[in-house]
């Protein structure tokens, strides 16, 4: 029955003479969602109002309803009929039809909400509110009024088309990925990273994203999990170019040369380097981490002082104070989790110590580091050579 659907957006409208730039981001991702669902989309704007019209002969309802349910910026959308203006009493009738197949056992309370952005309808909004009603009550005598609280809002709005529409499902809300620069993710095969790169892509940040694999301590099926995560946070972020940076060269020379309570902290500084490296070369404005306060030893307020100290540019760590339940809730919303808890080790627990410095003193850790002058710097050098940049998009 549908050919079009009816996008709605939220902070995009309180956007001022700029309105126009989100508009057009939110269009051009909105086009791209739909290069998963099976079928020809066009994707218009008129006046506030952002459409997707079916152009081809067939598609696919359920994939579009995915596609769009994927898209930063879409607070909600709604399948839509567009009719020609025939006349009010051909407007109802399309009206009366459209209910009966859409709510077939006819017994639902409903309110009619008509809005005229055509002011020459020979009708003001109360009055096709009211006439309207009255049609509808005639073709459904067991339905009912019910203007504060009902089961189903008929919106009618009267524009170059009128719109017809009782139903919207809801989008993931925030602002078009894009529209606020691009940020690097530093991803790992757990459960936290994942879901920090979902939340920051939500308010509009493009996505890279750097992986540190260890051969052969890390398997390739490990390597393979972190590629499917980069997959799922791609279907709301957009394609994203993941870093595969080995690592494990670096991760040796530190156990071999540092003391063992410090190795996370140490190996997470060079990580955060090494991330920072590519963040810069590809014109990234920022990091992105999993951390949460107090989860893990290198999560503590000193630890994550000591791996902030070797950046420059902002790290950003939306799950900051979030506890672990409520991540897990946001992986399984977006389908992350089931990958994530794949037993694949990453190359951060192979080498964990058996008893971690929860507060690491910078200058420690700085004097620990010195003992690395030797080769560090030729390591970190052949790990940029040597780095494997996966293009990741979503299937």
Known sequence: MYKSFLVK??????????????????MEQIRHALKTAEGEFEVTKEQGRIYVNVVSDDYDYDETVEALSRVFGIVGFCPLLQVEDEGFDKLAETVVDYLGKEYPEKNFTFKVNARRARKNYPLDSMEINAELGGKILDAFPESKVDVHNPEVMVCIEIRSLINIYSKEIPGPGGMPVGSNGKAMLL???????????????????????????????????????????????????????????????????????????????????????????????????????????????SQTMQSLAATNEVCTMPVYRPLIGFDKQEIVEVSEKIDTYETSIQPFEDCCTIFVAKHPVTKPNIEYIKKSETKLEEKIDELMQTAIDTVEVIHVEAE
Not at 9 to 26: A, D, P, T, W
């Open 187 to 297: 991803l790992s095969g757990g459960i936290d990273s994942p879901v920090a790169g979902y939340m920051i892509a939500k308010r509009g940040v493009a996505l890279d994203a750097t992986y540190f694999h260890a051969p052969p301590y890390t398997s390739e099926r490990a390597k393979q999990k972190v590629v499917d995560l980069a997959k799922l946070v791609a279907r709301y972020s957009g394609p994203i170019n993941l870093h595969v940076v080995n690592f494990t060269d670096i991760q040796l020379y530190i156990y071999e040369k540092c003391p063992h309570e410090e190795l996370t902290i140490i190996m997470r500084r060079y990580m955060m380097k090494l991330a920072e490296h590519f963040a810069k070369e590809n014109r990234c404005l920022g990091l992105i981490t999993g951390e949460s306060i107090g989860q893990v030893a």
């Open 9 to 26: 957006y939220g902070e995009i409208g309180v956007k001022g003479k700029n309105r126009y730039i989100f508009e057009n981001m939110l």
